[in-house]
């Protein structure tokens, strides 16, 4: 009898988990040392570059479809550069420093990011905004839906929890467009948690338990869209998007990066995010996730969330670096 050691090997099974941490660790150091000090362009380059570098040794081949914007306007991590040791071909989505804003202000919940899936299985996007709506896992398929109104999705989703709409807590972005979201998700009788940035935590954290989230909505940035998917299929929470269009130039560029497609349609947690996904993300500053970098002369200790959908493991990852022997996050 012939054994098929490799029956039903993927090439996520290669431990690319650790290897992810490692990048997302390397860009939380570097933006740790901007935190707090009110200069968040500082942060994020920095964290962009460290990232990056620390792709070079991930035995990948990969292209960055979620990135920090086109070609021309991003000196690295644009969209379509190949980052990577060489390897299998990989989707790669990005946010070195999600909250450059939290980081700035060393207020919680900023982030590094990264998922990464087989070759063509991550939506491109632009950089555009995108509504989305996000519960956690073992809920009824369905249980709320972009097109239906808050109060009728809080209803259903207290039903599902066995919970009385008081006890559910809606979590949004604090932003002028979302006032009737927030009036109605109080008039149905629900909490609100106000965020001033960050809405790939956010995501996170409606499909966590003991977070104190229940539902995510409103929109934001559609790249963090994206990358709040691929939390979410490893999490296998429930999630639904729509790209907002703001002009022609919008949707023109939506279309080229999704061809065949219509630009405007409900997307489905496996229309963001197919295949097996990795997903990991290290803390810049303390929130309820994830613990920031602590830096204690010469050492820092860090704190990563990875996480694969196939298997449905999480794992949180505690690193104690140490700056002598490195030299990418000494700064
Ligand atoms: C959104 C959100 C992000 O920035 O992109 C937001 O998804 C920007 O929104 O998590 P506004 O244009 O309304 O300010 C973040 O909060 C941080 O990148
Ligand atoms: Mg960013
Ligand atoms: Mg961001």
Not at 54 to 79: K, Q
Not at 140 to 155: C, E, F, K, Q
Not at 236 to 253: K, S, T
Request: hydrophobic content about 40%.
């Amino acid at each position: 009898m012939t054994s098929k050691p490799n029956a039903g090997y993927q090439v996520t099974d290669r431990n690319l988990a650790l290897e992810l941490v490692r990048v997302t660790e390397a860009a939380a150091m570097a933006a740790s040392h901007w935190t707090g000090r009110g200069r968040k362009n500082e942060a994020d380059g920095a964290a962009v570059e460290a990232m990056r570098q620390a792709f070079d040794t991930v035995a990948i081949d990969g292209t960055v479809v979620i990135g920090e914007g086109e070609m021309d306007e991003a000196p690295m991590l644009f969209i379509g550069e190949k980052v990577g040791a060489g390897g299998p071909a990989m989707d790669i989505a990005v946010d070195p420093l999600e909250g450059t804003n939290l980081c700035a202000k060393n207020m919680p919940n900023a982030l590094t990011v990264v998922a990464l899936a087989e070759a063509g299985n991550f939506l491109h996007a632009p950089d555009i905004y995108m509504e989305k709506i996000v519960v956690g896992p073992d809920l009824p398929a369905g249980v709320v839906d972009l097109d239906a109104a808050i109060g009728i999705n809080l209803r259903e989703l207290a039903r599902a929890k066995r919970k009385d709409i008081s006890e559910l807590t809606l979590c949004a972005l604090e932003r002028e467009r979302h006032e009737e979201l927030i009036a109605k998700t109080r008039e149905a009788g629900a909490r609100v948690m106000l965020l001033s940035d960050g809405d790939v935590a956010a995501a996170i954290a409606a499909c966590l338990p003991d977070s104190r989230v229940d539902i995510y909505a409103g929109s934001g940035g559609a790249p963090e869209g994206v990358l709040a998917a691929a939390a979410v299929r490893c999490v296998h929470g429930q999630m639904q998007g729509r790209l907002l269009f703001e002009n022609d130039e919008q949707i023109r560029r939506a279309r080229e990066m999704d061809p065949g497609q219509d630009p405007s349609r409900k997307l489905g947690l496996y229309d963001m995010a197919r295949g097996d996904v990795l997903f990991s993300a290290t803390g810049v500053t303390s929130g309820p996730l994830l613990r920031g970098i602590r830096r204690d002369g010469k050492r820092a200790v860090s704190h990563s969330i990875v996480m694969r959908s196939k298997s449905g493991t999480i794992r949180f990852v505690e690193g104690h670096h140490d700056f002598t022997t490195k030299t990418w996050s000494a700064n």
